[in-house]
């Protein structure tokens, strides 16, 4: 009798998308996703930190061949440092790490009521999020958002396994791929007041997203204007008291023009 040998891990490969995979097209499992990844975005891009090289994207399709299946996993928020150009005609609809460019760095789940498997480690089809990102995609950086809770957690992948980190004194995360810190704030965005997560710097500066800038960009030049009227009022003060001075001058017999 030939003994069973013992099953060693999947084989991992990475195949472009075939034309014919039918992507999911569920709706969102919460209404706050869309717009958490899109402040992520828009905080980076306005504070000029997205490259035409990369590839963030939110709710799109990661590739990865596993055992001969294609499965495809489609977090909330990802990031690919350095991805290969594609022809302007062509819309990209999918990324495989790999074939098409780095591996992807982080990849960010907002949870909603429901479990969707974001920590699960099912390591038979249907695959569980956490198994993928970590075993098949090996994501150095995994968020997991609870935005109703308030709740942050990030796990770093070291020795192969996820780790979960803690956050320094002001409750934010360390994100190495993209250097810079991850936490959260509260307050309104767009008209929605919500515990966003945003960026701030090494120095611990806020990344403003983009409307904070405009309005910035406001304040400054309504403070501006304010310093040139207050400038044009002292001139205007100046002016009048060099005139009653001629004035009285002139009423003496001396003209001011003369004088050294």
Known sequence: MVQAQPRTGPTITWPPLPDNFQLLDDPVENI????????????????????????????????????????????????????????????????????????????????????????????????????????????????????????????????GRYEVQQPDATGRFWIEPLELFLGIWHGERLAQTLHWLRWWDADGNLLLWSSEQAEAERQRAEAERQRAETERQRAEVERQRADRLAALLRAQGIDPDQMP
Do not use: C
């Open 32 to 159: 706050q996703q869309p717009p958490l990844a899109a402040a992520l975005t828009d905080a980076l891009g306005a504070a000029q930190r997205i490259q035409p090289e990369m590839l963030i994207g939110s709710n799109f399709g990661l590739v990865a061949g596993v055992d001969d299946e294609t499965i495809v996993k489609a977090p909330d928020w990802f990031y690919v440092p350095r991805v290969n150009p594609i022809r302007e005609d062509v819309v990209r609809r999918s990324y495989t790490p790999q074939l098409e460019g780095d591996s992807v760095a982080v990849v960010m789940e907002f949870l909603s009521a429901d479990d969707n498997g974001e920590l699960s480690i099912r390591s038979i089809a249907p695959y569980g999020k956490l198994y993928v990102y970590e075993q098949i995609l090996q994501v150095p950086t995994y968020v997991i958002y609870a935005p109703q809770r308030a709740r942050l957690e990030v796990r770093h992948l070291q020795n």
